[in-house]
């Protein structure tokens, strides 16, 4: 004798629950998912960050640690808290006079320099560096000021980020340059923290 088969199946109730919890899962995985993706993307800017910061004020260094004299003007032409300018040889030989300027400007550490057209000492032959092209650093910048200066009796010549007077510049023995970078999306990431200071040469004019 033939028996019915069963055909039960899922109740309308049962599909409900495993859809809710299905969407739950799937829902619960995309957002680790992507959390995973960004917190990696932050992790790569962090890493760019540092590379960027590191690199520049490894050069910014190097550069006004060989400052020197234009014919009767001192290394340094002007300094406060956000902006630096000063007279450096280029790697040449016979160098060139270089002027550089490094500012601060909307978190943005940018740069600017022309070189002298002569390498047969003073009077340089350089033309004015307020035509010549800015060119960016650094990005992500969250502090300010980021250069401080002091003389040789470790007296700031900058205090606040103000500007060091004319009567100063010639005594200006030591920089410090600070640079706290922030990735954009931070995700709980440390901000990246730059620093180096310099001994200025304190150059004859």
């Known amino acids: 004798m033939l028996t019915p088969r069963d055909e039960s199946g899922f109740t309308l109730v049962e599909m409900l629950v495993t859809l809710t919890v299905l969407s739950v899962l799937v829902t619960a995985f995309s957002l680790v998912f992507q959390t995973t993706i960004t917190r990696s993307a932050t992790l790569t800017e962090r890493a760019a960050l540092e590379s960027e910061g590191r690199a520049t004020v490894d050069t910014l260094a190097s550069e006004l640690r060989q400052a020197t004299c234009n014919g009767q003007v001192a290394p340094i032409v002007a300094a406060n808290g956000t902006s630096v300018t000063f007279y450096t040889p280029d ?18 550490l940018s740069e600017k320099q022309v070189t002298s057209s002569d390498n047969d000492g003073p009077p340089w032959v350089i033309a004015a560096i307020g035509g010549a092209p800015s060119v960016t ?13 002091e003389d040789n009796n470790g007296v700031d010549l900058s205090p606040g980020g103000a500007a060091v007077t ?7 023995d030591s920089a410090t340059v600070t640079l706290v970078l922030q990735p954009k999306a931070s995700h709980n990431i440390n901000p990246v923290f730059v620093q180096e200071s310099v001994d200025v040469r304190q150059a004859s004019c």
């Open 137 to 149: 650093r650094v990005h992500n910048i969250t502090n300010s000021p980021i250069f401080d200066f």
């Open 91 to 108: 790697r040449k030989t016979p160098y060139h006079l270089r002027e550089i300027s490094y500012t601060l400007s909307g978190g943005v």
């Open 166 to 172: 004319a009567t100063n510049l010639p005594n200006v």
